[in-house]
């Protein structure tokens, strides 16, 4: 159980499913506020509802797609305007996308850029000076273990997470000096609705199945709360073992091995 987290607001970007809701979940227990993000309203209501009358927490909804250009300033400004002082930022919201690049819809992947990589940089942005300015919070950046190697078949997917890890990674080490910490959570395969939206059930990296969103969510919350600069969530010893060995692999090799996991 962690500890408790009286008073502290969270907003949590993609808590209408998966991992977000697991984190929404896992804050509202240890008696922390919520701001709560999302397209999909009717999910964010149902949340808000199981929370505020399981743990008595204050949950706030704020239906938006941060896919749109602006739309991550106007959360930030929202939450202005609604008085919430966010303690703990955590960026997880986030999709990804079978097939070869050039055959992929662009629209798609652009989408898949906004929100992987300018959303998450721009609640960042946004939020980091009032962090500093009262020198306090954390933030849980939402990355994969796909963010460690090149990624054959998901290739914008893989190249945002190696954007999400390597950013992260690079303000943690600027706040230093700060009480602020930024904290690079990187699940392997996770059980959540990811796998149908990026059309990859039939792949080898999914049909072995995954970790649960739960554990994943506890993991992260964990190492956000500890200040951890990363955390690899859902793996076992030797899946973790191929990943540290990945950057010392043949290159070659390396690509055939990830693009056979993205096959079906
Ligand atoms: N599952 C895995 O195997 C895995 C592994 C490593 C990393 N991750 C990362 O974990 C994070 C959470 O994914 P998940 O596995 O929990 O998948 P998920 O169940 O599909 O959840 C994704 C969340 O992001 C939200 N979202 C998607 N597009 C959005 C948009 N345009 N604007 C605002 N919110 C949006 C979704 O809500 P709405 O549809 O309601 O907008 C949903 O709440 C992602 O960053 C993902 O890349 C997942």
Redesign the pocket.
Known sequence: MSQSQQNKWALI?????????ELARIHAAAGGHLAI????ES?LAELKEELEGRHGVKVMTFA????RPGAATQLYEDIKAASIKVDYLIN?????GHGKFHERDWEADA?MIN??ILALAELTRRFLPDFVARNSGRILN?????GEVPGPLQAVYYAS?AFVTSFSNAIAEELSDTNITVTSLK????E????D?AHLRSTRLVSGG?AT?ASVAQDGYDAMLAGQLNRISGMGLSQRIQLAMAPMAPRKMLLKQIRQLQEG
């Open positions: 970007t993609g808590a209408s499913s998966g991992i977000g809701l993000a999302a397209r999909r999910k938006c797609d941060l896919s997880n919201a986030g999709f990804g989408q929100l992987n939402v990355s994969s273990t796909a997470k699940p392997g395969y996770t959540t609705e990811f796998a939206a995954g969103a």
